[in-house]
């Protein structure tokens, strides 16, 4: 059984920042990407970020700049800076992973956590 655990969300002004955290436990055998997507009210689910095994990144165009993913493939656990926030950042955000586990490549999501910025 493989679960991603998110946390680090919250409530943050206008210009703030949060960090996101995300670990992946249970029986891995090897994660190919780690990374975040959100969802606010009424929209759809759109990806944030994105991080390989390898190190390469990508992010939405509404995100560059002020968003930096990170992973720590030792622990498992990928991480996702938010600077500048804005209004328009407020969704929930879901953690999400493809990976190996049993033999079988297959996509986990977490939960999901709150980001709410006020203006």
């Known amino acids: 059984q493989v679960q991603l655990v998110e946390s680090g969300g919250g409530l943050v002004q206008t210009g703030g920042s949060l960090r996101l955290s995300c670990a992946a436990s249970?029986?891995?055998?090897?994660?190919?990407?780690m990374g975040w997507y959100r969802q606010a009210p009424g929209k759809q689910r759109e990806l944030v970020a994105r991080?390989?095994?390898?190190?390469?990144?990508n992010y939405a165009d509404s995100v560059k700049g002020r968003f930096t993913i990170s992973s720590d493939n030792a622990k498992n656990t990928v991480y996702l800076q938010m600077n500048s926030l804005k209004p328009e950042d407020t969704a929930v955000y879901y953690c999400?992973?493809?990976?190996?586990?049993?033999?079988?490549?297959?996509?986990?999501w977490g939960q999901g956590t709150q980001v709410t910025v006020s203006s």
């Open positions: 249970g029986s891995i055998f090897s994660i190919d990407t």
């Open positions: 999400h992973s493809q990976l190996l586990t049993a033999g079988l490549r297959r996509v986990y």
């Open positions: 991080i390989t095994s390898s190190n390469s990144t």
